[in-house]
């Protein structure tokens, strides 16, 4: 738009039209500058990515295997809810153990409790049998000694 227009004289101008005519060249000057700007693009050299972009995507490479190593190690995988999962099956197993240890030692107590009390019985029935064999020999003393006696006697 480099058309000729006469400018009138600054002074010969009001207020208003020597304020468009400012604007009017402020604009003239903008497009010129949007022109050398469009032509200067070209000129500008660009940045050749390929490299960086492969050097990018062979780290993420390498990054990916060694994710897929690190998720195979037990550790990572375990979370607050398998630990406390392991924990409960632990404590089950061991519960179960003791309860049968405890089943096993009170089935002894009660076999060795039985026999001892069958030992207690059994001298205590020989007790009373050696008791009544002392009786039964002094009572037979005595009507021996009796006997004796009166036979003696006579």
Known sequence: M?????KPKQ??????????EALRGEVS????????????????PTQDYRRTLAQILRAQENMSGEIKDLKSHPAINLTPESFINKLEEIKDRTLERERKSL????????????TIGNWVEQAGEANRQNWWLV???CVGLFIGGLIIFLLIKK
């Open 135 to 137: 009786l039964v020999g």
């Open 29 to 44: 000057d903008l497009r010129q500058s949007i022109n050398q700007l469009s032509q200067n693009i070209q000129l500008i």
């Open 103 to 114: 089943r096993e030692t009170e089935d002894t107590l009660r076999f060795n409790s039985n």
């Open 2 to 6: 480099d058309k000729k227009i006469q």
């Open 11 to 20: 002074d010969e101008l009001d207020p208003a039209a020597s304020a468009f």
